[in-house]
């Protein structure tokens, strides 16, 4: 079952959060948001204003160069080089851009602090979604998180270095993978709960959405090797 309901092109999780804070995931109908993929540039721009005009947002999207690193930026951002971005001021707009890889949200219980987070698997395993939650002076059993549409653990065949790259860490993950042959078959939102919970996080909300199986709703690289990206909105009001 979902935990979404749609609103035109746009998305909203079925997620509880403080009146300050807005959400939102845009799905494939509503177009492509990434300028790095091919897109006639000036037809990407057309949409992302659309976007912050029908949502709308209290401030533009600077949008992050997604490089799967484990950098995290806070808001108001000096670069725009990393795979996260925190923040703990009003009138902010946190967002990711993705097409099979996470995209997470974070949320203080108050609404004060809010984070959006694009996890690939090399980015989960360098702790991308470890040192976003680091940025919070929130306790965690005072945070919140959702977890959306990626591909899902039926889907994500990887190889043995994926494998290695996850059971080498100090986080207990190989149950996580399902042989698949040679290859092993991958369950990124099931890690990235794990990685909440050893946090001390209880309050985490999966989308249940699958790119690759829902591809009439978002995009999947994997699946169809899509020149196109959806966009994961997270704003204190």
């Known amino acids: 079952m979902t935990s979404l309901s749609v609103t035109q092109n746009v998305f909203h999780p079925n997620w509880t959060l403080p009146d300050n804070v807005g959400v939102a995931i845009t799905t494939r109908a509503f177009g492509n948001l990434a300028v790095h993929v091919g897109d006639d540039p000036a037809a990407v721009l057309l949409r992302r204003r659309r976007l912050e005009r029908e949502l709308p947002l209290p401030h533009s999207v600077v949008w992050l160069q997604q490089r799967h690193t484990s950098n995290v930026l806070s808001w108001p951002f000096k670069t725009t080089i990393a795979d996260a971005a925190y923040s703990s001021q009003p009138g902010s707009v946190c967002a990711v851009l993705t097409a099979d890889c996470l995209p997470i949200f974070i949320c203080s219980s108050d609404g004060k602090e809010i984070a959006a987070v694009h996890a690939g698997w090399r980015g989960l395993a360098d702790g991308v979604l470890q040192n976003a939650l680091k940025k919070f002076s929130t306790e965690s059993s005072g945070l919140s998180v959702w977890i959306g549409p990626a591909i899902g653990p039926d889907a994500f065949e990887v190889g043995q270095d994926v494998f290695d790259a996850f059971v080498s860490n100090q986080f207990k993950t190989s149950h996580f993978f399902e042989p698949n042959g040679d290859k092993w078959l991958a369950n990124l939102p099931g890690i990235a709960e794990l990685i909440c ?34 966009a994961s909105i997270i704003w204190r009001k």
């Not at 959405?209 to 591809?215: A, F, G, I, N």
């Open 197 to 230: 919970r050893q946090f001390g996080i209880n309050e985490i909300t999966q989308s249940d959405e699958c790119t690759v199986s829902h591809s009439d709703l978002w995009y999947s690289w994997r699946n169809e090797k899509a020149a196109a990206r959806f």
